[in-house]
T-cell receptor
Framework: AQTVTQSQPEMSVQEAETVTLSCTYDTSESDYYLFWYKQPPSRQMILVIRQEAYKQQNATENRFSVNFQKAAKSFSLKISDSQLGDAAMYFCAYRSAKYSGGSNYKLTFGKGTLLTMNP | GAVVSQHPSRVICKSGTSVKIECRSLDFQATTMFWYRQFPKKSLMLMATSNEGSKATYEQGVEKDKFLINHASLTLSTLTVTSAHPEDSSFYIC?????????????FGPGTRLTVT
């Protein structure tokens, strides 16, 4: 079974600074997807960024980028020019790309990293 | 983007009663929906995968008879917590699959806070 580990329960960052959230995963599969989700205080889960394992190029979405190291099974999220609205819980998630029916659609989540903004 | 709604957003019920939570895809059809449970400051725990027109697939340790899932249409899945007890109090989140079987996104509803007294 796949596992996702987020080793930082909490992180803090100053406004306009850069912060990197760590995520490692364990899988025996070669093809899969990785995601970062944001959960603000409203509890609404929002997709921040996704990465296909077969793509070597790191995904970017505006101020958000990832450092995907497939051999090391590492998938960190970098938030540049941090803003107050970035304060939230961030979850790393894994999904298999192998189609075998409904069960493989499921996401495996890490335990999350709470990102707070320093005043 | 795709919008998923949940109703109600909050519900309080007495111990021993049943409560139904609805999950709707508002602007797309969802053949697959998911139900999660989240405890305070914890991660999302997948309870079951709901496929339209067929029985839900439950994760290990989730009681099928306690958490009844119905996915009768392409835009609606319901979770019924039967004979609720205080330990069932939690935040329940649904999500819906958008896209093909291989490449798709999951869009999440805003969640339902259940309190059992």
């Amino acid at each position: 079974a796949q596992t996702v580990t987020q080793s930082q329960p909490e992180m803090s960052v100053q406004e306009a600074e850069t912060v990197t959230l760590s995520c490692t995963y364990d899988t025996s599969e070669s093809d899969y997807y990785l995601f970062w989700y944001k959960q603000p205080p409203s509890r609404q889960m929002i997709l921040v960024i996704r990465q296909e394992a077969y793509k070597q190029q790191n995904a970017t979405e505006n101020r958000f980028s990832v450092n995907f190291q497939k051999a090391a099974k590492s998938f960190s999220l970098k938030i540049s020019d941090s803003q107050l609205g970035d304060a939230a819980m961030y979850f790393c998630a894994y999904r298999s790309a192998k189609y075998s029916g409904g069960s493989n659609y499921k996401l495996t989540f890490g335990k999350g990293t709470l990102l707070t903004m320093n005043p | 983007g795709a919008v998923v709604s949940q109703h109600p957003s909050r519900v309080i019920c007495k111990s021993g009663t049943s409560v139904k939570i609805e999950c709707r895809s508002l602007d797309f059809q969802a053949t697959t929906m998911f139900w999660y449970r989240q405890f305070p400051k914890k991660s999302l725990m997948l309870m079951a995968t709901s496929n339209e027109g067929s029985k839900a697939t439950y994760e290990q340790g989730v009681e099928k008879d306690k958490f009844l899932i119905n996915h009768a249409s392409l835009t609606l899945s319901t979770l019924t917590v039967t004979s609720a007890h205080p330990e069932d109090s939690s935040f329940y989140i649904c999500s819906a699959r958008v896209g093909s079987a291989v490449s798709y996104e999951q869009y999440f509803g805003p969640g339902t806070r259940l309190t059992v007294t």
